[in-house]
């Protein structure tokens, strides 16, 4: 009889170079008798399974033993599974369920042609290793009388029981620690084969026949043999990994004969005794008859802690060299002994067991213990039977090819009709067998190149994605990140560029976009037949960006104005261009948003006031600001600023940080008193403002009570001055310490669902020092003031304050009681009309070079644009000579009967003024009937269409 199982019939439709090993430096060697296929090799489990297949998941929330063991209505058990299953079916059980609980028996038999499968449903990859867990049986597996079966990895904590069966496949299998003997075949079994899988002591027995173990690794344990072999005739060990204890690593015996044992890698322990019976490979005198064994490789331990161990045991005697073994027996010609494990196995380098075992020796698979191909390692001769290269052991040495990086030559830009290459590197091992792919990505063939440098002329320009690609000698294929590269037309570098604001689209609170931010844009615009490899932008403010290539540049300017801004390139050619254009700078017409009053400064917790003559930075935006929570791209922001404790009669400049002091004034105050204003002004680039006293020294105190941005927040409708309300008509004076609701919304043009209004806030008949509070929301009263009112004096001050419910804002003062004037002057909303643009503070009138404005007389501010709808102005009356009123309003309109400030003789008295602008870009300013006036207008910006 054949030493051999008859396996024909289990031969899988494996591609024909699997079933082939690869060709030999000088000969081509097919795997011929030793060549063993069979149903066992894994290949990828199929995506749809056969329809006559039965499913076992217990974890299936609906899985029962009594029902169809369909997909949809999976068994709980792989017993039920089994003692239903028909010829030609393949039970798959699900690994997601990581312990069946159970002993598995098999006793029913498919057909020739039409085997019983049991498969796994491999579970999901572990996220951090990949690995796929096993499925396990607990209590062990048992096949018992029966034939053509194939059990597929199952791994079992008990052992595996394989009796009076025939034809079966074990592949990819395993069992636990502990059994004595974790794999047992007996009875009479004929024609097992176990394939792949992870044993611990196995044992083959009881006149079983044709039993073959190939690609497996053995475990000896409770110092039993790894691998034994007792009473089988005809049993193959090929190209196992052998772990062994303190007895024989293989051991045969009894009436095994025509056993072959080839190409196996043996470990002998290290931690035996003396007295222990040591041996790698034992044949007993019985078992002799027709056994050969060769091309195997034993290390380790060998004679190293007693003369007696051997490696070998033949018929009785014992040899401690494949000389003396080969010599008395004509067995292990081929074999190799090593002193030390060191520097052997697949993974090392020149290791023995590489490229030296017999292709052609008795079971001989195509893969290896991880299904992977028998490969020739280039670094090593052929030394296997006719120039071979399998390995010795159950695993096969790979190329480690895992990573693979491309260059692009002519730094990825080029015009059309230069050569352009790729060069491919890999951390490939066998660099000599590796074949490499790369598609031009313009519709011609991939080039398919030995050399890691191809190169291809493209014929039309364009941007082409260039796709590399290697394959190993065992058709592994690795592909490469893709490459970009860019193919001009033929010309002259020419350079050129846009100029663009930057603009922000969201409020965000993480990102700070400066106002006034230019984009510089080279790649769009310049001609480069070549790759530019110096870039230098002038931004004509004594500023300049340099880059190693075209490359967009933004530039935050710090002041508005007109620049000239020049581009210089360099390409990798050593050509030069040059491209120059004037650039226009201004603030971005802006929405507004209204918040809650945010303290951003006061000089009097530090106890450190601000001096004359020194400007003081401010921060508005960005991290520098306590409980920050606005937009850091804000271009302009609404402040409420008061100086109090002053040393002198002094007067107070804000203006963004980054640019020239202006000759304008925001806040005037007399010595030793307080005085507050509503300021709107731009932010600098770093997200500050500037603040200086001209004389003198004092307390100031900054809140942010709303900000303007391109792209959000509302638009705003400049309204003519409009009475709100007048506490001299209507309820009397506001009493210390109470509040009163002012209806501010839907009435007086202004419509119901606007989001907040402009107002200008009037304090008069006050009896005692005291502060007003204008907020939205009665319930959450800010400790911020919008107006310090004085007894004797009318005082006003602009206020941008939030709609509260129903279209109402409160009124609070904390002490005495005061009669309050409210006029309506403008209002935020989504059917607002105007967006406002911030401009650098800039004087447009100052009737102290013209003469004063006589009481009862209009003075006409021009200087704003011809297209402005509002405009916000810091209106400063001085040398007053007796107490009034200052009005302004657009320039060809009605006088409105209210005030936009009150002038008191001898004080100069600023105020924050938002007013309709008339034709022409210009602006009236009615003085009442009190007394002659100097008046000073500042513009601070003005609305637009929007």
């Not at 009479?188 to 006149?207: F, K, N, P, Q, W």
């Not at 509040?739 to 501010?744: D, L, P």
């Not at 938002?914 to 100097?934: D, L």
Request: net charge neutral; aromatic share 6%.
């Amino acid at each position: 009889m054949s030493c051999l199982p008859d396996i024909g019939q289990w031969q899988p439709q494996l591609p024909k170079e699997v079933l082939l090993l690869p060709p030999t430096r000088t000969t081509t060697v097919l795997l011929t008798a030793g060549l063993v296929t069979l149903l066992g090799v894994p290949g990828a489990a199929a995506a749809e399974p056969a329809p006559s297949a039965l499913y076992v998941n217990r974890a299936a929330a609906n899985c029962t033993d009594g029902g169809p063991g369909s997909q949809a209505v999976p068994f709980c058990s792989i017993s039920k599974a089994a003692k239903v299953v028909e010829p030609g079916q393949t039970v798959w059980v699900d690994a997601a369920v990581w312990h069946y609980k159970e002993s598995v028996t098999i006793d029913r038999s498919g057909e020739p042609g039409k085997p019983i499968t049991f498969d796994i449903i491999p579970g999901e990859p572990d996220p951090d290793t990949g690995e796929v867990s096993d499925t396990y049986a607990t209590d062990g597996l048992t096949i018992s009388g029966a034939s053509h079966v194939v059990v597929r990895g199952l791994t079992t904590d008990d052992g595996i029981r394989v009796h009076g069966s025939t034809d079966v496949a074990l592949d990819g299998i395993g069992n636990g620690w502990g059994q004595i003997h974790g794999l047992v075949v007996g009875g009479g079994s004929e024609d097992v084969r176990v394939t792949r899988s992870r044993l611990h002591s196995a044992r083959v027995e009881g006149g079983s026949r044709n039993t073959l173990f190939g690609r497996n690794t053995f475990f000896a344990q409770n110092r039993l043999e790894a691998a034994e072999v007792v009473d089988a005739p005809g049993t193959v060990l090929t190209n196992n990994t052998v772990y062994s204890g303190c007895k024989e690593g293989i051991g045969v015996s009894g009436g095994s004969t025509g056993s072959k044992v080839f190409n196996n890698l043996i470990y002998p322990a290290d931690y035996c005794s003396n007295f222990e019976p040591f041996r790698s490979i034992g044949v007993s005198e019985s078992a002799a008859a027709g056994t050969a064994a060769d091309y195997n490789l034993i290390t380790g331990g060998l004679g190293q802690n007693s003369p007696v161990r051997t490696p070998y045991q033949w018929a009785g005697t014992g040899y401690r060299t494949p000389a003396e073994f080969t010599a008395a027996t004509g067995q292990g010609a081929h074999d190799i002994v090593v002193p030390s494990r060191d520097g052997v196995g697949a993974h090392e380098t020149g290791s023995p067991t590489v490229d030296s075992g017999d292709p052609t020796a008795p079971g001989v698979l195509p893969t290896d213990i991880y299904g992977k191909p028998t490969a020739d390692d280039p670094r090593v001769p052929n030394t296997g039977r006719d120039g071979g290269w399998i390995d010795r052991g159950a695993e096969e040495t790979q190329d480690r090819l895992s990573m693979v990086w491309s260059y692009v030559s002519q730094n990825n830009w080029a015009p059309v009709g230069t050569a352009v290459g790729v060069n491919i590197s890999t951390d490939s091992n066998w660099q000599s067998t590796l074949t490499y792919h790369v598609d031009f990505g313009d519709g011609t063939a991939p080039v398919v190149s030995k050399k890691n440098f191809v190169e291809h002329v493209y014929s039309s320009p364009g941007v082409y994605n260039v796709k590399t690609k290697v394959v190993t000698a065992v058709g592994r294929e690795v592909a490469g990140s893709t490459r970009t590269t860019k193919v001009t037309a033929p010309g002259v570098l020419t350079a050129d560029f846009t100029a663009t604001p930057v603009l922000p689209t969201t409020i965000d609170t993480g990102n700070r976009l400066a106002p006034m931010t230019v984009r510089i844009d080279t790649p769009g615009a310049t001609v480069a037949p070549w790759r530019v490899g110096s870039q230098k932008v002038d931004f004509g403010d004594g500023t300049t960006s340099s880059r190693k290539g075209l490359e967009k540049v933004e530039h935050a300017y710090k002041t508005p104005g007109t620049y000239t801004v020049t581009v210089s390139l360099t390409d990798v050619q050593g050509a030069t261009s040059t491209a120059t254009k004037t650039v226009q700078v201004d603030y971005a017409p802006s929405g507004y948003v209204a918040t809650e009053p945010l303290r951003v400064l006061d000089t009097r917790t530090t106890n450190t006031p601000i001096k004359g003559g020194s400007a003081h930075p401010v921060a508005v935006v960005g991290w520098g600001v306590p409980d920050y929570g606005l937009s850091r791209s804000v271009s302009a922001v609404v402040l409420n600023v008061t100086v109090t404790d002053a040393t002198e009669n002094t007067h107070l400049t804000v203006w963004p940080s980054g640019q020239s002091r202006p000759a304008t004034s925001n806040v005037n105050i007399a010595r030793g008193g307080t005085s507050s204003n509503t300021v709107t002004v731009p932010v600098g680039a770093d997200g500050k403002i500037q603040a200086q006293l001209n004389a003198g020294k004092a307390a100031l105190i900054v809140d942010v009570v709303g900000y303007y941005q391109p792209n959000v927040g509302e638009r705003f409708s400049p309204l003519t001055p409009t009475r709100v309300t007048d506490t001299r008509t209507s309820g009397g004076a506001l009493g210390g310490g109470k509040t009163r609701t002012v209806k501010v919304a839907g009435v007086n043009g202004i419509p119901a669902d606007a989001k907040a209004v402009a107002l200008n806030l009037t304090g008069t008949g006050a009896t005692q020092p005291a502060h007003v509070i204008a907020y939205p929301d009665p319930a959450k009263r800010p400790a911020t003031s919008n107006l310090n009112v004085e007894p004797g004096k009318d005082k006003s001050n602009q206020a941008i304050v939030p709609v509260g419910p129903n279209g109402t804002i409160t009124l609070f003062t904390n002490s005495g009681s005061t009669h309050l004037v409210l006029d309506a002057v403008g209002y935020y909303g989504k059917d607002g009309k105007a967006l406002f643009t911030p401009v650098v503070p800039k004087r447009l009138a100052d009737t102290r070079t013209t003469g004063k404005v006589a009481p009862g007389a209009t003075t006409t501010v021009s200087g704003l644009p011809a297209n402005a709808l509002g405009a916000v102005l810091n209106v400063t009356a001085t040398d007053s000579a007796g107490p009034g009123f200052l009005t302004a309003y657009a320039f060809g309109g009605t006088l409105p009967g209210a005030s936009s400030l009150n002038t008191l003789p001898g004080v100069t008295v600023p105020n924050h003024v938002t007013t309709p602008v008339g034709p022409g870009g210009k602006v009236n300013v009615f003085n009442s009937y009190g007394g002659p006036n100097h008046v000073i207008t500042d513009l601070l910006g003005y609305f637009t269409q929007g």
